[in-house]
């Protein structure tokens, strides 16, 4: 095996000893760690794994892994680490696009992109060593709903080795014509849909590597600002939010826009202040021409929606001011991590729901940690409107350590999700042992076209089998 | 016009549906968002404006004959003209004269009109009525409190379904003329059908023999002008006429005649008449009363493929139908509100009586009366006031068949009623 | 004809009012506008009657459409279904087809004011659908083909660019949650619908079946029937008791233009000013609408008639016109109005531009604002010869659909000055920004007459140079690039994708009984 692999690469980007599997260990420790470093290299390794009914993980954010959803599943596993594809191929400030590959982290791009006056648009706070590809992969919510026109966002244009070692480039980028071509035309690689009659990035985001292994994506991304204030308010219920939060989601006057209870944020600032039980969070901007204008209009008008939904809009609070919570934006975590920070372990809970269902979840959720002991004041949750406010991502943070609360917490996150299964949390995005219970809440048929999709794209299940609902092995 | 002579523009449809919907800027709810009734009830595309004008092109190309189905394609149209109106928002076609031609076409090559329609064209040849009532018995409506000068030359032309269906009305209107002072005459047993029945259904050779004779008659009784109070006669005698027959008398409906009394002061509109009413503008009154304006010019290219007209063509888009007249009296009439349905003048829905719908295919004109019935119903008025003896037999079976709480009057009727009944 | 037990069949699903096979009426079902150029294109003579159906159906509800699905799969019988089914990709393409025309399928099943979506089904049309979201202070993206036309359609299955799209973006992007009656007759339904009942996304668990459903083209309904859309709602900038409401008579119109709302021409001297306007204006969010067209389509979007068009074009509009933004500025308040107006002068003013509103040059009335937002101003360009059709479609940036346009003009010259299309000196052509100016594209509708067996075949011509023009110049893929031919000329500059498209084909259709003409034949047909 490691022959053939390293008759693709070369003989030092290629690994069979044990101290390295064992850090991409899942259910099953790898047979071999490759670091592809082009596409072509990816596709060899693709065709002979189909030859060679050889499972294949794409890894490419560094360090441990809360979801395990890139850890292998099966034996005999070969794990393609994509830390060294790590260029930022192209940033284009005209189109507000950035082409990265697999290795790329954000901090790398924030700094890339500033320079051109752009910013990316990112979740809250991912880990310092988070490839920016796997999280729009991932379709990790970010920060600001106001730019998040559909799912996918900001996840433009791809390019795939699908499972069956065909190299593909997804949306405009698939042509006519090379990427040099298309560039030449003024092309920026900012349609993702498509080509043509199928969106093979809807196919591939959130298939957790079980369609294709990318070698690159374009990404959406946004000018930065000229002039920004923060806005902050509090609230015992999340639901004292709600008519602002509908009437601004209306307006796109704010760029970040999310809510975080006590723990949540106590474990972002990583202090353990006194935080109010709900914290709202609003960033607010203008740039180019008149930018100040601009911060000026929007700002009066979300004053005047707050004022007209009873919510108090301030620059600090009584425990957190604004600064504090920019200083937690449009930048990756600090090491260690933020949710493992405060009790050195974390489970994440998350799905899609409307915000006028939040807090009727949350209190089922929390109902449920008290019955099983879990303390509720380690339960971070971070409520993030998606799609200009038409869904939002709920993330319930189950902070515990090795030695304390780990049972609970693991019967918490078993249980209690099944609970808001059952009342109706929809699991966009699911994760571990219990995504079998997800996908037993679809219908059949539902289950029965991904699996048709599968089988064009990965026909020998040689992508991360064991994963979502596809349970075939090579 | 033949068939043939449509052919570029059946040919020119793009099929967009635009025909099936009242002008899309004017659309203010799902509901009340269509124009035709006929798509409506049948569905099939065929049933619309633009898929009779295919209909047609297929049938001119030699691409169909006329089955029992397609006939009833072509006869399920109230020829209301609503089709028109929308299309020539954008496009220079005109899907009502199409439809009107395809029945000429099929009744040249004797498939149609419908049996029902060759009923009442027998009927009216024979009766010269289309419902098969004694000639005699046409002024059978007159009252002794009525006056009329047979040396008048301004004619009262009463109208078959007035006569026979709908008396009131023209009990109403003499008494109105009479309030007025003016001097009108009948034609009493010797009044013929104005030819809309037939003319309507295609059978046109026979419609223009009616016509002529119409024509002929009122010139040899020096008639200078006629007032009708039903807006069949009112379209045939107004527009259709000149087309076929030349005449220069003068025709004015019943809605513009009170409304010029009441500025001449002629008649007083005293009486309080506490209601609140909407208003049915009927299609032979409304977009199909704008006159036809000849012309003649040249078609000039003046741009590559684009074609304007020198000198500019008039286009006949409904706006000249007579939709203030009637507002303006009912808004004179002491203790009447007028509300508005949402789909008024140019863009009114039909009744669905028309086109010879009504004997055809009595099923369809119910369910279309329904339609209207419940938009009218949706403004909350109590009243539902149209000037049309056709459209208001429809309506009253309408109002029964829905066990609906809504009145039904002609404006006539309203009118007399605000003078304390008339002289 | 079907033989009479599958007629009879297909009867006693529907109903007999329901079920129509006569000649007459299956014609209504094969005259499609532009069959006479796809016909012209494939060297046939030029006509707009396509393939007749053997039967149309008239379904109302999605278990009968489940079920003629389910017996055309048993009686090996092609189906198209439509809305409004306006153009060839409506009409079936087999002469073992029978055409399912959703008229009945009509209505809106929820509007969600909070979460910003409405359920529909495929015959709300446009214009419906905006006057029922006036109450919520909510609007639609509504496609370009205009307010006659379903937006479920647009949504689920064909393109969907429109003329509030700097606003609301692109159809493709707004579908939520979906029911789809796929090939077989198996209702799929996408999303968090399929989970709970709750329309508010279409995607996962997991992978995104949408990416399957319709890519960026749509699969003009080559892949299934689709019953049931939910799709995004934007804010109606307008305050809650203002109504849509005209009055006046035909031509005509007046309409009750919001407070707030402004709308602009600005025009600028050279296509690079032009293009940095238009970024910066579309990046600021200032604009509703960001519509670029020739000056004799300036000419046709403010006036009601050809002749008004035409008379305006010869009073010296197009002497005054160069690139120019079709603009509105459409505000929610009189400090959002006063910030965006005063952004737009500036940005004008920036890049050397002027506005021929302001100038006189060009006048809408109150109506053309209507018309604007219920978006109505494409179907201004029929009024010159009562047809015209687009080329080109790229979509990627603002700078390529600048590009595409300076390219395309020779082109169209070069048939103009044949005498077989519209003369608009080879400007002819349609940009518009979406998304807030993420992305643009260009096409060029093109006037010509569909009577005249020279103008149709100098249009096909013209069509074709186009797409080869976008394939050599790596200009993005054109509208009509779809159906199995088309598909093979542009595959190998674009990565052999109808592979891919024939085995999705082939996996949800074994049968290949959903029309494949404007997609493509699956590679696993049993036929």
Redesign the interface.
């Known amino acids: 095996m490691k022959d053939a692999i390293v008759k693709i690469t070369t003989n030092d980007r290629v690994s069979d000893e044990e101290n390295t599997l064992s850090q991409y260990s899942g259910a099953y420790p790898p047979s071999l760690v490759v670091w592809p470093t082009s596409t072509e290299e990816i596709a060899k390794i693709v065709k002979w794994a189909n030859e060679n009914a050889t499972s294949l993980v794409p890894v490419s954010s560094a360090g441990s892994k809360l979801r395990r959803s890139s850890l292998p599943k099966v034996e005999s596993t070969v794990v393609l680490d994509m830390s060294k594809m790590n260029k930022i191929l192209r940033i284009d400030s005209?189109?507000?696009v950035a082409m990265v590959e697999p290795g790329v982290t954000y901090d790398i791009l924030i700094r890339e992109l500033k320079k051109e006056g752009l910013r990316p648009l990112m979740p809250l706070l991912p880990k310092a060593s988070k490839s920016v590809l796997t999280s729009c992969l991932d379709?990790e919510p970010i920060t600001t709903p106001r730019f998040h026109?559909?799912?996918?966002d900001p996840l433009l244009c791809t390019e795939t080795v699908f499972g069956t070692g065909d190299?593909?480039?997804t949306?405009?980028a698939?042509?006519?014509?090379?990427l040099e071509?298309?560039w030449?035309?003024?092309?920026?690689?900012?349609?993702p849909?498509?080509?043509?009659?199928?969106?093979?990035?809807?196919?591939?985001?959130?298939?957790?590597g079980?369609?294709g292994i990318v070698s690159w994506i374009s990404m959406?991304c946004e000018?930065l600002p000229d002039a920004q204030q923060f806005l902050l308010a509090q609230a015992d219920d999340i639901e004292a939010f709600q008519d602002f939060n509908?009437s601004l989601?209306?307006?796109?006057l704010a760029d970040e826009h999310f809510m975080l209870n006590s723990a949540g944020l106590s474990a972002a600032l990583g202090s353990k202040k006194q935080l109010p039980p709900w914290t709202l969070i609003l960033g607010v901007s203008g740039h180019?021409?008149?930018a100040d204008?601009?911060l000026?209009?929007r700002l009066?008008?979300i004053k005047?929606i707050a004022r007209d939904t009873d919510v108090k809009l301030e620059e600090n609070l009584k425990d957190v001011k604004s600064s504090e919570i920019e200083s937690l934006l449009n930048r990756a975590s600090k090491v260690p991590y933020w949710k493992v920070r405060a009790k050195g372990e974390c489970l994440e809970v998350m799905f899609?729901?409307?915000?006028?269902r939040v807090q009727e979840f949350y209190h089922i959720f929390l109902d449920f940690a008290k019955d099983i002991g879990f303390p509720v004041d380690q339960i971070g949750t971070y409520v993030q409107p998606m799609?200009?406010?038409?869904?939002t991502h709920v993330g319930f943070d189950l902070y515990y350590s090795l030695d304390d609360l780990m049972e609970q917490a693991i019967e918490l996150v078993a249980k209690g999700q099944k609970k808001l299964l059952d009342e109706?949390a929809?699991?966009?995005?699911?994760y571990g042992l219990f995504?079998d219970a997800?996908?037993e809440?679809?219908?059949p048929?539902?289950v029965d076209?991904?699996k048709?999709?599968k089988?064009?794209f990965d026909p020998n299940n040689i992508l991360n089998p064991g994963t979502?609902?596809f349970k075939e092995v090579p | 016009m033949t068939l043939g002579e449509f052919e570029d523009m059946m040919d020119s449809c793009v099929r967009c549906s635009k025909c099936k919907f009242i002008p899309q800027l004017v659309i203010q709810s799902k509901r009340f968002s269509s124009i035709c009734p006929s798509i409506d009830y049948y569905n099939f595309h065929a049933y619309s404006g633009g898929g009779r004008m295919i209909v047609a092109s297929a049938y001119h190309k030699g691409r169909v004959e006329l089955t029992k189905e397609m006939l009833d394609v072509i006869y399920s149209c109230t020829n209301c003209g609503g089709c028109e109106v929308s299309c020539k928002w954008v496009y220079e076609l005109e899907p009502n004269e199409a439809i009107h031609e395809l029945r000429v076409a099929a009744v040249e090559a004797g498939a149609g009109p419908m049996p029902k329609h060759k009923k009442y064209i027998e009927l009216v040849e024979r009766n010269n009525n289309p419902y098969g009532e004694d000639p005699e018995k046409r002024p059978a409506w007159l009252t002794d409190d009525i006056t009329t000068d047979e040396s008048s030359s301004t004619l009262y032309f009463v109208g078959c379904t007035a006569s026979y269906r709908r008396e009131e009305i023209a009990v109403a209107t003499a008494k109105i003329l009479n309030s007025a002072g003016e001097d009108f005459r009948l034609m009493g047993s010797d009044e013929m059908c104005c030819g809309s029945p037939v003319f309507r259904v295609g059978d046109e050779k026979k419609a223009i023999e009616i016509m002529k004779s119409n024509i002929e008659q009122f010139k040899e009784t020096g008639i200078e002008k006629i007032i009708t109070s039903c807006s069949g006669c009112y379209n045939m005698l107004k527009v259709e006429y000149p087309r076929f027959v030349e005449h220069d008398i003068e025709v004015i409906h019943t809605s513009q005649m009170i409304e010029e009394f009441i500025e001449e002061e002629k008649i007083k509109l005293t009486e309080k008449v506490p209601m609140k009413v909407t208003y049915h503008d009927p299609c032979h009154l409304g977009r199909m009363a704008e006159p036809y304006v000849p012309w003649e010019g040249e078609k000039i290219e003046v741009l590559s493929q684009v074609f304007i007209y020198d000198p500019p063509k008039p286009v006949r888009r409904g706006a000249g139908g007579v939709y203030d007249a009637p507002r303006n009296v009912l808004k004179q009439i002491p203790g009447v509100e007028l509300v508005e349905m949402e789909r008024i003048r140019e863009y009114s829905y039909c009744c669905g009586a028309g086109g010879g719908c009504r004997s055809a295919y009595p099923d369809f004109a119910l369910w279309a009366s329904n339609e209207r019935l419940e938009e009218a119903e949706s403004t909350d008025a109590s009243t539902l006031v149209s000037a049309c003896p056709f459209c208001g037999t429809n309506f009253k079976e309408g109002i029964e068949s829905r066990k609906s709480e809504m009145d039904y009057f002609d404006l006539t009727e309203l009118v007399l009623r605000s003078m304390g009944g008339g002289k | 004809m079907l033989e009479k037990k599958v007629y009879e069949a297909f009867t006693k699903i529907v109903g007999e009012r329901h079920i129509s096979q006569d000649l007459a009426v299956m014609d209504t079902y094969a005259f499609q506008w532009c069959n006479e150029i796809e016909g012209a294109q494939r060297g046939e003579e030029p006509q707009r009657f396509g393939v007749r159906p053997l039967a149309v159906v008239l379904p109302e509800s999605t278990e009968q459409v489940q079920s003629i699905v389910k017996l055309c799969n048993e009686h090996d019988v092609t189906f198209k279904a439509f809305c409004t089914g306006m153009g060839p990709w409506a009409g079936v393409s087999d002469p073992r087809a029978i055409q399912i025309d959703l008229r009945r399928m009509n209505r809106i099943i929820e509007v969600?004011e909070?979460?910003?979506?409405a359920v529909i089904e495929p015959y709300v049309t446009n214009a419906e659908l905006q006057s029922e979201l006036f109450e919520f202070?909510l609007m639609h993206h509504a496609q370009g083909a205009g307010p006659q036309t379903a937006p479920l359609a647009s949504h689920t299955s064909f393109v969907g660019p429109g003329f509030t799209s700097p606003y609301t973006?692109?159809s493709?992007?707004?579908v939520?949650g979906v029911e789809w009656v796929?090939p077989e007759g198996?209702?799929?339904?996408l999303?968090?619908f399929?989970?709970?009942g709750?329309w508010?996304?279409?995607?996962?668990?997991?992978?995104?079946?949408?990416?399957?459903?319709?890519?960026?083209?749509?699969?003009?309904g080559?892949l299934g029937v689709f019953t049931k859309a939910a799709i995004?709602l934007?804010?109606w900038p307008a305050p809650k008791d203002w109504k849509w409401k005209t009055s006046g008579t035909i031509p005509d119109y007046d309409w009750d233009v919001p407070p707030y709302w402004q709308m602009y021409v600005l025009n600028f001297e050279e296509w690079e000013e032009y293009q940095k306007a238009m970024?910066?204006l579309s990046?600021?969010?200032v604009t509703m609408v960001a519509t670029t067209s020739a000056p004799e389509g300036l000419a046709a979007l403010f006036t009601n008639t050809k002749q008004d068009a035409i008379e305006t074009i010869f009073a010296g509009l197009l002497a005054k016109t160069r690139n120019y933004i079709v603009m509105l500025v459409a505000a929610?308040?009189q400090?959002?109005f006063?910030?965006r107006t005063?952004?737009v002068r500036?940005?004008m003013e920036?890049y050397g531009g002027n506005d021929l509103i302001a100038e006189g040059v060009t006048t809408p009335m109150p109506m053309h604002y209507g018309e604007t937002v219920r978006n109505m101003l494409g179907g201004h360009a029929f009024r010159f010869s009562n047809c015209f059709q687009s080329t080109h479609g790229?979509?990627?940036?603002?700078?390529?659909?600048?590009?595409l346009a300076q390219l395309n003009q020779p082109i169209k010259q070069k048939y103009i000055d044949k005498g077989v299309i519209g003369d608009d000196r080879g400007l002819g052509i349609w940009i518009t920004s979406y998304?807030s100016?993420?992305?643009a594209h260009m096409e060029a509708p093109t006037v010509y007459d569909p009577t005249d067996i020279e103008s149709c075949l100098g249009y096909a011509a013209y069509q074709d140079d186009c797409n080869q023009l976008?394939?050599?110049?790596?200009?993005?893929?054109p509208f009509f690039?779809?159906g199995d031919e088309v598909?093979n000329f542009?595959a190998k500059?674009?990565?052999n994708?109808?592979d891919?498209?024939r085995?999705?084909k082939g996996?949800?259709d074994p049968n290949g009984v959903s029309d494949p003409s404007h997609?493509?034949k699956g590679v696993e047909k049993k036929k």
């Open positions: 005209e189109n507000k379709r026109w559909d799912t996918p190299i593909f480039r949306g405009a698939a042509g006519p014509g090379t071509e298309q030449e035309s003024g092309q920026a690689q900012k349609n849909q498509g080509p043509s009659q199928f969106d093979p990035y809807r196919l591939i985001q959130g298939s957790q079980t369609i959406k000018m509908y989601f209306r307006r796109r180019g021409t008149i204008e601009e000026d209009y009066g008008d005047d899609t729901t409307t915000l006028d799609v200009q406010g038409t869904n109706g929809y699991f966009s995005r699911p995504t997800v996908f809440k679809a219908s048929l539902t076209a991904m048709r999709v089988a064009i979502l609902c | 969600d909070k979460n910003m979506y202070g973006g692109f493709a992007r707004n939520l796929l198996e209702i799929l339904r999303g968090s399929d989970h709970s709750k508010f996304t279409g995607d996962g668990p997991g992978i995104s079946l949408r990416g399957i459903m319709r890519g960026w083209l749509g699969t003009y080559g995004r934007f804010s970024y910066e990046d600021r969010e929610h308040t400090r959002e006063d910030f005063k952004l500036l940005i920036k790229g979509m990627d940036t603002i700078s390529m659909a600048v590009r998304e100016g993420h992305m976008d394939l050599d110049n790596a200009l993005g893929m690039i779809v598909h542009y500059r674009a990565m994708y109808p891919w498209l085995k999705i996996a949800f997609y493509v």
